[in-house]
T-cell receptor, first 115, second 116 residues
């Protein structure tokens, strides 16, 4: 079946622009996670949704970052007034279970480059 | 703060040999550990996981060992193949309650290169 998909795969933004990154999780998956992966580093947790509820957003680096999952399926990560330090790969993962004590299925990521 | 880290950033092995990738963790409250494989341009792919009430778990060609006494995790890959070449990450999750219980904390990764 279809895995987690993300779009766009690549995004170039000028500093100060707003961007929106989309995640389509595996159908029926309850949990959805967003991670930020800098070059040469491991993924870092940004936020967690259980269905439509955002239960943990403690990893969002600033109030310029906003995530939503209004109907409990597709999620969007929005970054306002992008800065160069926002350049990274943004990964989305989903899981059929609640919480993070189980395998998470990752998408291919969106590579964001801020110029 | 507490974090997951890896002893070796790179590892080169001959095809057919066994590989061992090590990981140290410092959070004694962690109760779930997982290994992911990440190929260039792709998202992490699940390899194997282990809960804190276990010391060892085996999968197909892979074994994870957990030593809670010294807070050490290892991934063993038997008969390493060229397709195993990738970056390997360990990750940990704190206990089921409290702040951060939804979070996986990843290490920096070890790059495994298999020499044909």
């Amino acid at each position: 079946g279809a895995g987690v998909s993300q779009s766009p795969r690549y995004k170039v933004a000028k500093r100060g622009q707003d961007v929106a990154l989309r995640c389509d999780p595996i159908s029926g998956h309850v949990s959805l996670f967003w991670y930020q992966q800098a070059l040469g580093q491991g993924p870092e947790f940004l936020t967690y949704f259980q269905n439509e509820a955002q239960l943990d957003k403690s990893g969002l680096p600033s109030d310029r970052f906003f995530a939503e999952r209004p109907e409990g399926s597709v999620s969007t990560l929005k970054i306002q007034r992008t800065q160069q330090e926002d350049s990274a790969v943004y990964l989305c993962a989903s899981s059929p279970y609640r919480g993070s004590s189980y395998e998470q299925y990752f998408g291919p990521g969106t590579r964001l480059t801020v110029t | 703060g507490e974090s997951v880290g890896l002893h070796l950033p790179t590892l080169s092995v001959q095809e057919g040999d066994n590989s061992i990738i090590n990981c140290a963790y410092s959070n004694s409250a962690s109760d779930y550990f997982i290994w992911y494989k990440q190929e260039s341009g792709k998202g992490p792919q699940f390899i194997i996981d282990i809960r804190s009430n276990m010391d060892k778990r085996q999968g197909q060609r892979v074994t994870v060992l957990l030593n809670k006494t010294v807070k050490h995790l290892s991934l063993q890959i038997a008969a390493t193949q060229p397709g195993d070449s990738a970056v390997y990450f360990c990750a940990e999750k704190k206990g089921d309650s409290g702040a951060g219980s939804y979070q996986l904390t990843f290490g920096k990764g070890t790059k495994l290169s298999v020499i044909p």
